[in-house]
């Protein structure tokens, strides 16, 4: 399945949420304001790198934000392209 959160961690609790309820083999897609939970160092390293999904970090929302170069290594940057990519790939859906 296929998890996309699109909210700051630090205004709401959906990626919490998304943590703690999605399967082990899910992806979890962060766009919008949800990157800013990617920044290496950041508060949510810890919970994302251990946390056992793929996750993926919009490129477009990223640039935006202005944190091209804070990204989490492990973290896949993908494009709207590959965002295309990842929902056709993935039969199930759900929007955090």
Not at 3 to 13: E, G, K, L, W
Not at 37 to 63: F, K, M, N, P
């Amino acid at each position: 399945m296929l998890h996309t959160v699109s909210t700051s961690p630090f205004s709401s609790s959906s990626l919490s949420n998304c943590l703690r309820y999605s399967d082990p083999n899910s992806e979890i897609l962060l766009i919008e304001d949800a990157v800013i939970a990617a920044i290496d160092s950041g508060q949510w390293q810890q919970a994302l790198t251990s946390c056992g999904r793929r996750i993926y970090v919009l490129h477009e929302d990223v640039v935006a934000r202005g944190i091209n170069d804070e990204i989490i290594k492990s973290f896949k940057v993908i494009d709207i392209k590959g965002f295309i990519s990842l929902t056709e790939r993935h039969v199930t859906q759900m929007k955090w």
